[in-house]
């Protein structure tokens, strides 16, 4: 089936540093959405990116959608430890239904 | 205005068991969304409702899940005889329309468990 993959699983950063998660499907989507997740909470919405090769910012957040549209990706500049938890991309093929990555969970040490 | 809302937040079961999970979703919203999350990973699509019908139900595992959304508001997830393997959370989320293309609201999930 279709799957969208998320790497990397787990990144550690020093407060300060900066973060990207990338996110990578087989075949073209038609929509990307990124969620995060607090540790014991709920995904919340962050944005979503429809257009090939779309580009936008949220204060330090830059999300991508790749030319092909197959590939995404979110990077966070200057993490800050209010940053933390699980960082969710999904993507949207032919149909109702998101598909979610597996998440990448990004830790910072203050 | 109140978010999306379920009940119970924990249910702990008995596996062969019949469990019933409620969803309110934010008023106005015409589709709504079941997902399934295990530990470290990310939500699992269950079943969406546009309105009233189950617009796509594809991802039920099999029959012994059901949800029905009778009167285009609430819904309940509807798991007959468990097995430990449902442990997991579930979640709902609302959005003002459906296809995907819409932000979807999450409410806080009814963490199952089957013992």
């Known amino acids: 089936g279709q799957q969208v993959m998320q790497i990397p699983q787990y990144q550690h950063v020093q407060e300060g540093e900066d973060f990207t998660t990338y996110c990578n499907s087989s075949?073209?989507?038609?929509?990307i959405q990124w969620y995060k997740q607090r540790p014991g909470g709920h995904p919340v919405f962050l944005i979503q990116l429809v257009k090939s090769g779309e580009v936008k910012k949220q204060k330090r957040l830059t999300f991508q959608f790749g030319e092909a549209k197959k590939n995404s990706s979110l990077h966070i500049t200057a993490t800050q430890t209010t940053d933390v938890g699980t960082y969710f991309c999904a993507g949207l093929y032919a149909g109702n239904m998101l598909t979610f990555g597996g998440g990448t969970r990004l830790m910072v040490k203050p | 205005g109140a978010g999306v809302s379920q009940t119970p937040s924990n249910k702990v079961t008995e596996k062969g068991k019949y469990v019933e999970l409620r969803c309110d979703p934010i008023?106005?919203?015409?589709?709504l969304y079941w997902y399934r999350q295990s530990l470290g990973q990310g939500p699992e699509f269950l079943i969406y409702f546009q309105g009233t019908g189950a617009a796509d139900d594809s991802g039920l595992p099999n029959d012994r899940f059901f949800a029905v959304r009778p009167e285009g508001s609430v819904s309940t997830l509807k798991i007959q005889r468990t097995e430990r393997g449902d442990s997991a959370v579930y979640l709902c989320?609302?959005?003002?329309?459906?296809?995907?293309?819409?932000?979807?609201?999450f409410g806080p999930g009814t963490r199952l468990t089957v013992t």
């Open positions: 075949t073209t989507l038609s929509n």
């Open positions: 989320a609302s959005s003002l329309g459906g296809g995907g293309t819409y932000e979807q609201y």
């Open positions: 008023s106005g919203h015409t589709a």
